[in-house]
């Protein structure tokens, strides 16, 4: 059950006998281990800040586990309250020391810490194959796609006014004072959001005020309701209700429209608390600015915005220390837009690749795409319920 299929030439030995050296989680870098003479170190990084979280004493036993009734060779790490901590070696190795938690069964994996001339090589020369290269998000800026069903739409980070408003404001204007929103998107909460999503009925709806002046929102329909604000050129709103009654003002005909401002939803820029525990807007993060100290919280990362290719991950760490993850990838070719969609944890990962074209395109041809589409989501999100289900009763069973 928990043999080693690694080639030869990569063992460090038969028998495990863990030498000195410094590892790195692969799913969370700024996690690792030290083993330094006989001690198991657990240490986080952040930039050039580490810190020590604990020392315990370990050994490499082999007997019978009851927990598995299995007998094999295990890593035991006994712990200050004098607790014993099981893990089986699942591989050690020159690339990879994989290990399984007996008892749980989430395996956790570690790649071997890379030197730092080595890091800044490897950065120096990623930095130089992109220079000059237009980022994704610069390049496809407010444009719109769907995949039949929903919609997508893209801004460059440079573009983003984030602000702390929460409040959502609705009323009636005189639809005449409108424009159908086509290109750059203002809103008036803005959250930071570089992804947004939508249902695609609802985009059908969504128009920006156009008066230079502002226009003033009013509490009923008619010239003497109370204005209750005044929203800005460009502000995009949702059109809610028409009252279906024509008239004319200053030369445009039009009729009274019940709206409110648009508050989307999708990814959103990273927001992490600075040394005065304030919160700080930042636009790309490193990852190094992204490691959390809680439980039940997450980041949010873009891991790739260069040229055609958008990469973006969201992780979340649970009570039981384990990292939930959400990844979404998206690529641009012959004016197609594939997402691939990946969630994963300890239960189970699974995948989904579903096609997207613009918003313009031919209604016919949107069909054909949300029909292709809705077969893969159902098989996605009946395979995603499974595993989530699974990991439920994995952590009922703990």
Known sequence: MFSCNSKKDKKISKKTEFKNGRWISTTDSTEGIEIKNGKWIWFNKKGETESIVSIYDFKILRGYIKEIEAELEYLAIITDRSDTLKYAILEYSNELLSLSYIGRGN??????????????????????????????????????????????????????????????????????????????????????????KDNIETIKNIYDINTVNGLGLREYPSMVGKIVDTLDYGISVKILNKTGEFFEIDGKKGQWA????????????????????????????????????????????????????????????????????????FLINNNELIHTQEQENPAGKVSVKSRFVPLSSNSIYIEEVKKENKIKYKLFNDEWQRIRNEYALMLDNY
């Open 107 to 196: 395996t956790i994996n570690y790649a071997p810490e890379k030197e730092k001339e080595e890091e800044e090589e490897k950065e120096a020369t990623e930095k130089d194959s992109q220079k000059g290269q237009e980022s994704f998000l610069e390049k496809y800026n407010n444009t719109i796609w769907t995949d039949g069903i929903s919609t997508i739409r893209f801004r460059k980070l440079s573009s983003i006014k984030y602000t702390k408003l929460t409040k959502q404001i609705k009323g009636y204007v005189f639809d005449g004072f409108l424009k159908k929103n086509s290109d750059n998107i203002k809103l008036y909460i803005d959250q930071g959001y570089f992804i947004i």
């Open 258 to 329: 019940e709206i409110e401002t648009y508050n989307p939803y999708g990814h959103r820029q990273h927001l992490f608390p600075d040394n005065d525990g304030r919160a700080v807007f930042v636009n790309e993060v490193s990852e190094l600015d992204t490691y959390l100290e809680c439980h039940m919280c997450g980041y949010k990362k873009i891991t790739q915005n260069i040229g055609d290719i958008l990469s973006v991950i969201d992780n979340v760490r649970n009570d039981f220390g384990d990292i939930e993850s959400s990844k979404n990838s």
